[in-house]
T-cell receptor
Framework: DAGVTQSPTHLIKTRGQQVTLRCSPK?????VSWYQQALGQGPQFIFQ???????QRGNFPDRFSGHQFPNYSSELNVNALLLGDSALYLC?????????????FGDGTRLSIL | QKEVEQNSGPLSVPEGAIASLNCTYS??????FFWYRQYSGKSPELIMF????GDKEDGRFTAQLNKASQYVSLLIRDSQPSDSATYLC??????????FGIGTKLQVIP
């Protein structure tokens, strides 16, 4: 039973570029959430997708956008990259719409902005 | 006031001792409480979740919840050096976003 898978594992970009990160949820899960984790901090919620729609959003600018596909996989897109976007980006999935359900994390994508 | 508060540590305990990790939260409507373990450079791993007041045990781990005091804790019995990691407390209310604390760094000294 495959867990949450994310790609790529590492990425190096320069300021102003855009990036797309991908996530496949755990089998049987229908809800995908994205987090940004800076060094020494807890994960910060970016947004959550359910039924191919953004259901919740954290305090992140519109440069951060996403998508969920019919097979429940998801993408996180970040435009006009800033140095401060360097972080570990985590995808987490949960079942039954995510209500009060535990979230399971992928291994993350380490994004470095030069 | 932060939504979920944890002492960042480090919390140092000798091998074989009980490690006690604490977390408080501000939203009285919170319904689900999770503990994640995160090794350096890795992603968080779910180790416990609790919904009701009281204790929930799983192996060497016990989660304790007191909703009246808005307090949740994690006890690790017979601590091992492999338990050395950052422990994240997370809180959820229905379909709302999961909110994480900053995490407590635990060091188990051999």
């Amino acid at each position: 039973d495959a867990g949450v898978t994310q790609s790529p594992t590492h990425l190096i970009k320069t300021r102003g570029q855009q990036v797309t990160l991908r996530c496949s949820p755990k089998s049987g899960h229908d809800t995908v959430s994205w987090y940004q984790q800076a060094l020494g901090q807890g994960p910060q919620f970016i947004f959550q997708y359910y039924e191919e729609e953004e259901r919740q959003r954290g305090n992140f600018p519109d440069r951060f956008s996403g998508h969920q596909f019919p097979n429940y996989s998801s993408e996180l897109n970040v435009n006009a990259l800033l140095l401060g976007d360097s972080a570990l980006y985590l995808c987490a999935s949960s079942e039954r719409g995510g209500s009060n359900q535990p979230q399971h994390f992928g291994d993350g994508t380490r994004l470095s902005i030069l | 006031q932060k939504e979920v508060e944890q002492n960042s540590g480090p919390l140092s305990v000798p091998e074989g001792a009980i490690a006690s990790l604490n977390c408080t939260y501000s939203d009285r409507g919170s319904q689900s409480f999770f503990w994640y373990r995160q090794y350096s450079g890795k992603s968080p791993e779910l180790i416990m979740f609790i919904y009701s007041n009281g204790d929930k045990e799983d192996g060497r781990f016990t989660a304790q919840l007191n909703k009246a005091s808005q307090y949740v804790s994690l006890l690790i019995r017979d601590s091992q050096p492999s338990d050395s990691a950052t422990y994240l407390c997370a809180v959820l209310r229905g379909y709302q976003k999961v909110t994480f604390g900053i995490g407590t760094k635990l060091q188990v000294i051999p």
